[in-house]
């Protein structure tokens, strides 16, 4: 397997390229994650089941796009393919850091930046791709609340009854999401789509995110994420207010929005985010 894999890394870089060492990292859970190196150049490399793959390739698809933003340090897609029972993706090593004040708040400043800049006139991606484990269905909607309405937490809460979870009525739920949305109607701003701490990081000071679950929507979701799971450090929300403040209406959306992701980890994990999404769902209006 790494034989072949180095040989598409030479391929791609047009040069000779022979892994030396080979190093597991902590990696998701969702596949394996390896450092490998020749000695003089290293790379990132994930490895999953073969029928996997179109994980990976939505996952380079994502960041190929942000990349294309132009805005903040994108690790480059070197190659993907399958091999034997395997699938792959190789990127560019990154040697990552812990941020300090001025770091996050450039971070915060390249985010705002992306959102009010990189933008369509419909809600959605060209194509479907994951949060996490989960497909996250992107079809093009001209109309915000339908689109988080049904293609976010109504998906999700479908999903967990098709498990045996079934939290609350759905349609009910996805009324009321569409209601507490209505006349909202946000500029389509490509998203990160799953901004937690543990898809961003420093790279000689630089900011940097990976592990996108890319589409085009509101762009108050990138910011609900960030405050779900162990909140961004303070410097990140004061260099995104600088450039684009956010509406004093946020707050009121942002427990809907962090409603996806509870859902999502509910669906992939179980146990107390169940009951995390359930009291969020009692405590929305119907």
Same mark, same amino acid.
């Given at each position: 397997?790494w034989?072949?894999?180095?040989?598409?890394?030479?391929?791609?870089?047009?040069?000779d390229f022979?892994?030396?060492?080979? +190093?597991?990292?902590?990696?998701g859970?969702?596949h394996?994650?390896?450092?490998?190196?020749?000695?003089r150049r +290293?790379?990132f490399v $994930?490895?999953?089941q073969?029928?996997?793959?179109?994980?990976?390739?939505a996952e380079?698809?994502?960041?190929?796009h942000?990349?294309?933003?132009?805005?903040?340090?994108?690790? +480059?897609?070197?190659?993907?393919?399958?091999?034997s029972?395997?699938?792959?993706?190789?990127?560019?090593?990154?040697?990552?850091?812990?941020?300090?004040?001025?770091?996050?708040?450039?971070?915060?400043?390249?985010?705002? $930046?992306?959102?009010?800049q990189?933008t369509?006139?419909?809600?959605?991606?060209?194509?479907?791709?994951?949060?996490?484990?989960?497909?996250q269905?992107?079809?093009?909607h001209?109309?915000?609340?339908?689109? /988080?309405?049904?293609?976010?937490?109504?998906?999700?809460l479908?999903?967990?009854?098709?498990?045996?979870?079934?939290? =609350?009525?759905?349609? =009910?739920?996805?009324?009321a999401? $569409?209601?507490?949305?209505?006349?909202?109607?946000? =500029?389509?701003s490509m998203l990160?789509?799953?901004?937690?701490?543990?898809?961003?990081g420093f790279?000689?000071?630089?900011p940097?995110m990976?592990?996108?679950?890319?589409?085009?929507?509101?762009?108050?979701t990138?910011l609900?994420?960030s405050?779900? /799971?162990?909140?961004?450090?303070?410097?990140?929300?004061?260099?995104?207010?600088?450039?684009?403040?956010?509406?004093?209406?946020?707050?009121? +959306? $942002?427990?809907?929005?962090q409603?996806?992701?509870l859902?999502?980890?509910?669906?992939?994990f179980?146990?107390?985010?169940?009951?995390?999404?359930?009291?969020l769902?009692?405590n929305?209006?119907?």
């Amino acid at each position: 397997m790494w034989h072949f894999i180095s040989e598409q890394i030479g391929l791609q870089l047009d040069c000779d390229f022979i892994c030396s060492d080979i +190093r597991n990292l902590p990696g998701g859970y969702t596949h394996q994650a390896f450092k490998i190196t020749d000695g003089r150049r +290293r790379f990132f490399v $994930k490895i999953n089941q073969q029928q996997n793959i179109q994980m990976f390739q939505a996952e380079a698809d994502g960041l190929n796009h942000l990349r294309i933003a132009g805005l903040l340090k994108i690790p +480059r897609v070197i190659s993907l393919g399958t091999v034997s029972s395997h699938s792959f993706l190789v990127l560019e090593y990154l040697t990552l850091t812990s941020g300090d004040h001025p770091t996050w708040f450039a971070l915060g400043q390249q985010l705002a $930046k992306q959102h009010r800049q990189q933008t369509q006139n419909m809600y959605g991606w060209q194509s479907d791709n994951y949060i996490g484990a989960t497909v996250q269905v992107n079809r093009w909607h001209k109309h915000w609340n339908f689109f /988080f309405a049904e293609q976010r937490i109504g998906y999700q809460l479908q999903l967990l009854a098709e498990k045996g979870l079934k939290l =609350v009525n759905i349609d =009910v739920a996805v009324e009321a999401v $569409k209601q507490l949305l209505s006349g909202h109607n946000p =500029v389509a701003s490509m998203l990160h789509g799953d901004l937690w701490q543990g898809n961003v990081g420093f790279h000689n000071h630089n900011p940097v995110m990976f592990d996108p679950a890319l589409y085009y929507g509101d762009r108050e979701t990138d910011l609900a994420m960030s405050e779900l /799971f162990n909140c961004f450090p303070n410097p990140f929300y004061d260099g995104y207010q600088s450039i684009w403040p956010l509406d004093t209406q946020y707050q009121y +959306r $942002k427990p809907v929005y962090q409603l996806y992701h509870l859902l999502n980890h509910a669906l992939l994990f179980g146990g107390q985010y169940v009951e995390s999404a359930k009291a969020l769902l009692k405590n929305m209006p119907h």
